[in-house]
């Protein structure tokens, strides 16, 4: 039986009432973590029988976000191989891994604020989208090192977090403009560097992040206006080591419009785009600044993966 809290959190998630990549992949593993505390199950394989469900209910809220998808690999893959470990040790496991994850996540933003920050120049005029923790970590980072930067917001719909990130930019104290989507390519000309989050990144270095995020690439791509992306290392997709496509979230029309006032109107309400990595000038992880090309790399190392074999 899923407790309460756990039903919660998995409709926050499914709901956006908890949104961007770092807060769901957080949220994930409380409520692994939140699980374990609460199990009734009386041997391992009921346990992780459990684990598996909850597992199953949280991947089907934000099939784009890899980030939860990562924290369920993360948490739960050492205990499903420990196989002669015993019901404690699995729960204390499972808790400590939940906890580890936790703390990397928030560390991540952190040490990605201070390598990002190193690539702001004093006086630029950055462009943003949407509410990424890391993108805003670098923005602040830079200006409390006293850098005088300015930064232009998009709304960001048809959720409007575009507001989110207006208002933590605004209690820091940097100077922000407010922008429709639509204004991009009006205002790309003022902008020295653009700075995003991702949801999810390939193999191949090209980025999945919320939607309009690609048109924005372009038209920095067309001005020569630098293009960063801020993502922790749990952000690249291991499936796309085989060949596999991140599945791009669409969401219910009536996010857009109350479909009962255009009766027969057809709405496509896709959550996230794809920015090619030709658009992309580099990656700001907390392992270091690399260019789209090395995320290859980057994801071999990180999930210890080998030509052949399967992702984790």
């Not at 039903?7 to 998630?13: E, F, G, H, K, W």
């Not at 990424?132 to 232009?152: D, N, P, W």
């Amino acid at each position: 039986m899923t407790s309460a809290e756990v039903r919660r959190i998995t409709n926050d998630i499914r709901t956006m009432k908890i949104r961007g990549a770092g807060k769901i992949a957080r949220a994930t593993a409380n409520a692994l973590k939140i699980t374990t505390k609460d199990t009734k199950a009386r041997t391992p394989a009921e346990f992780i029988k459990e684990l598996d469900r909850v597992s199953k209910l949280l991947l089907g809220t934000r099939p784009t976000a890899v980030s939860l998808s990562n924290a369920i690999r993360f948490i739960t893959l050492r205990p499903k191989l420990a196989k002669d470990a015993d019901l404690q040790t699995l729960r204390r496991m499972v808790i400590s891994r939940a906890d580890e994850f936790i703390y990397a996540s928030k560390d991540a933003v952190k040490r990605i604020g201070e390598i990002g920050a190193r690539r702001i120049s004093d006086g630029d005029i950055i462009m943003t989208h949407c509410n990424s923790g890391c993108a805003l970590s670098v923005i602040k980072t830079a200006f409390k090192q006293g850098k005088h930067v300015e930064v232009y917001v998009t709304e960001s719909r048809p959720f409007m977090q575009g507001l989110i990130t207006a208002r933590e930019l605004l209690k820091t104290g940097v100077p922000t403009t407010l922008i429709v989507d639509s204004a991009v390519r009006h205002f790309i000309r003022d902008v020295d560097e653009v700075i995003v989050g991702a949801d999810s990144i390939a193999a191949n270095g090209a980025v999945v992040n919320k939607i309009g995020t690609s048109q924005l690439a372009l038209a920095a791509h067309e001005s020569r206006v630098l293009f960063f992306v801020a993502a922790e290392s749990y952000k690249f997709h291991p499936g796309t080591l085989v060949g596999r496509l991140v599945e791009i979230e669409e969401r219910d029309p009536n996010e857009i419009v109350n479909l009962k006032r255009f009766p027969g109107i057809r709405v496509r309400n896709p959550a996230f785009d794809v920015t090619p990595p030709e658009y992309i000038d580099l990656i700001i992880t907390e392992r270091g600044i690399i260019p789209p090309s090395a995320a290859y790399t980057l994801l071999q190392e990180h999930f210890e993966w080998r030509p052949g074999e399967e992702p984790p």
